[in-house]
């Protein structure tokens, strides 16, 4: 069982910056995939970011591929993803999710357990 709890979201005005964290509980935290999607009202939750058990490898949208960075401190239990030069379309709740399989990141079904998401606000 892992719980999985995000912080770090608000309102930033476009161009600007926010880092959200994902703390994990459990011990086995670093047996699983990590990955972060988001949501708007009306729409599908949406791939964003997953870094592999190890924080060697790391995918990203190409929505947001140069600007968001995932990132992993095992030793922490907790995931981080940087997101600069934010667009007002990153408006969203971002939700932080483990995998345990360590394939198929892009995909959410694909995830094990999910936080409550936290939202993101990006005004013009």
């Known amino acids: 069982q892992v719980q999985l709890v995000e912080s770090g979201g608000g309102l930033v005005q476009a161009g600007g910056s926010l880092r959200l964290s994902c703390a994990a509980s459990g011990r086995t935290f670093r047996d699983y995939a990590m990955g972060w999607f988001r949501q708007v009202p009306g729409k599908e939750r949406e791939f964003v970011a997953a870094v592999s058990w190890s924080g060697s490898r790391t995918e990203y949208a190409d929505s947001v591929k140069g600007r968001f960075t995932f990132s992993r401190d095992n030793a922490k239990n907790t995931v981080y993803l940087q997101m600069n030069s934010l667009k007002v379309e990153d408006t969203a709740v971002y939700y932080c999710?483990?995998?345990?399989?360590?394939?198929?990141?892009?995909?959410?079904?694909?995830?094990?357990?999910w936080g409550q998401g936290t939202q993101v606000t990006v005004s013009s």
């Open positions: 999710a483990a995998n345990r399989r360590g394939n198929g990141l892009r995909l959410s079904a694909l995830y094990d357990y």
